[in-house]
């Protein structure tokens, strides 16, 4: 858990002095090259009263600062990835997961770690029977000609940039988190399990609007 925790704490560091810098590139979208892959995720109850407290608090920074955001609940779907794998030249069905491990939705996950940079994102621990359906879909997507791609940590985009009017203005911004990320750090996020998503990444994630 503490190696988990250090690499929160790193993406954090890291992230937090490129969204104060402005040197990072805008999310324009979905790359085509991503489009097609094959992905499994946990949907997220971005109606839960604590979520729409949190993210309307950094909806209204980003307005407040001149900052644009492609913000999880109102232009795509707040969730966790489960596994993800990029498609071969001869993919063949796959089993339907989404149904198999359906008795997710009867689960809540907690988030207690805000880091805050280009990608705002909320992490917590890796819920206990993660890693062996990680393990498991990672298998079934490699034998359906899928290379499957490695992910360890259990995190949700809550917002990418999309645009900024002034260097001054994310430093603002993101000053603006921080006691955000103090909160989200004591007391935490439950976030209830709505649905879980079988399916290729662009059509599960909207254009930019």
Same mark, same amino acid.
């Given at each position: 858990?503490?190696?988990?925790?250090?690499?929160?704490?790193?993406? $954090?560091?890291?992230?937090? !002095?490129?969204?104060?810098?402005?040197?990072?590139?805008?999310?324009?979208?979905?790359?085509?090259?991503?489009?097609?892959?094959?992905?499994?995720?946990?949907?997220?109850?971005?109606? /839960?009263e604590?979520?729409? /407290?949190?993210s309307?608090e950094?909806?209204?920074?980003?307005?407040? $600062?001149?900052?644009?955001?492609?913000?999880?609940?109102?232009?795509?779907?707040? &969730?966790?990835?489960? *596994?993800?794998?990029?498609?071969? /030249?001869?993919? *063949?069905?796959?089993?339907?997961?989404?149904? %198999?491990?359906?008795?997710?939705?009867?689960? #809540?996950? #907690?988030?207690? &770690?805000?880091?805050?940079?280009?990608?705002?994102?909320?992490?917590?621990?890796?819920?206990?029977?993660?890693?062996?359906?990680?393990? !498991?879909?990672?298998?079934?997507?490699? #034998?359906a000609?899928?290379?499957?791609?490695?992910?360890?940590?259990?995190?949700?985009?809550v917002? %990418?940039?999309?645009?900024f009017?002034?260097?001054?203005?994310? #430093?603002?911004? /993101?000053?603006?988190?921080?006691?955000?990320? *103090?909160r989200?750090?004591?007391?935490?996020?439950?976030?209830?399990?709505? %649905?879980?998503? *079988?399916?290729?990444?662009?059509?599960?994630?909207?254009?930019?609007?």
């Open positions: 858990m503490e190696d988990l925790l250090n690499r929160y704490y790193a993406m $954090h560091e890291g992230g937090f !002095e490129k969204l104060r810098s402005g040197t990072f590139p805008l999310w324009t979208g979905v790359l085509a090259s991503d489009s097609p892959n094959l992905f499994l995720a946990a949907v997220l109850d971005a109606s /839960a604590t979520f729409l /407290a949190f309307s950094i909806s209204a920074a980003a307005t407040d $600062h001149g900052v644009g955001l492609y913000l999880a609940g109102r232009d795509f779907p707040l &969730h966790v990835t489960i *596994q993800q794998g990029r498609p071969g /030249a001869e993919v *063949q069905p796959l089993l339907d997961f989404s149904a %198999r491990y359906s008795e997710l939705t009867e689960d #809540e996950w #907690e988030f207690r &770690h805000f880091t805050i940079g280009p990608n705002l994102l909320l992490c917590g621990a890796v819920p206990p029977d993660l890693p062996l359906i990680r393990k !498991e879909v990672s298998l079934a997507l490699t #034998e000609d899928y290379e499957s791609i490695p992910i360890d940590i259990c995190h949700a985009t917002a %990418r940039v999309t645009s009017e002034t260097v001054t203005g994310l #430093e603002d911004f /993101a000053a603006a988190l921080l006691p955000l990320r *103090q989200v750090a004591e007391e935490g996020l439950m976030l209830p399990i709505e %649905r879980l998503y *079988q399916g290729e990444v662009g059509s599960f994630l909207s254009p930019l609007r």
